[in-house]
């Protein structure tokens, strides 16, 4: 079966049978290779699609990496900042604070009880136990990881307090306990 103007060509004595074979071959190597980039066409994109599916899976993986190390950094820092600058906790007067919804208590003597009432001192929680540092200290620690912070009482201003308060004349003993 062939082309009816290949037929008229042939017939006319323009071309011959040779040169007709010859233009079949090449229209069919052109098909073939059609074909064939039409099947490359799609592969590539398929390639490159997963070429970009795993670039963006890699650049998770390494965003959550680098967010690990970030996080381990800070926590050897303030592991280093509270190891550097704690206070001895050992004593026979017990100080109870709040950490989240529970009471917990560590013993302190009188002199750093009062120290942790007026805001001197902050109690820091680390590695699961409770530490004593000074509070410039805990602050450091604040900008790192507040959660590390469990207590830091603000240092009162007594001058201004005592203008508005009533009860300014009477004195609370010192030796209250509750």
């Known amino acids: ?16 049978d040779k040169q007709l074979k010859k233009a079949q071959k090449e229209q069919r ?35 959550q990496k680098k967010e ?9 820092q303030i592991r280093q900042l509270v190891e550097a600058n704690r206070q001895p906790a050992d004593g026979e007067v017990a100080y109870n604070f709040a950490d989240g919804g529970t009471v917990k208590r560590i013993y302190v003597d009188e002199a ?3 120290r942790i009432a007026q805001g001197q ?11 004593l540092v000074p509070a410039d200290i805990a602050e450091r620690i604040a900008a790192r990881d507040a959660s590390c912070v469990v207590l830091k009482n603000v240092p009162s201003r007594t001058g201004e307090e005592n203008r508005d308060d009533p009860y300014a004349a009477y004195q609370v003993p010192d030796d209250l306990m509750w």
Request: no cysteine.
């Open 1 to 16: 079966m062939s082309n009816p103007l290949q037929e008229q060509l042939r017939k006319a004595g323009l071309v011959n």
């Open 29 to 63: 190597k052109e098909r073939q290779r059609a074909a064939e980039n039409k099947g490359t066409d799609a592969e590539k994109a398929r390639i490159q699609q997963a070429q970009a599916e795993k670039a963006a899976r890699d650049r998770e993986l390494n965003l």
């Open 68 to 76: 690990a190390e970030e996080r381990k950094a800070l926590a050897a």
């Open 112 to 114: 750093m009880r009062k």
């Open 121 to 131: 001192i902050a109690i820091v929680k680390l590695d699961g136990k409770y530490e």
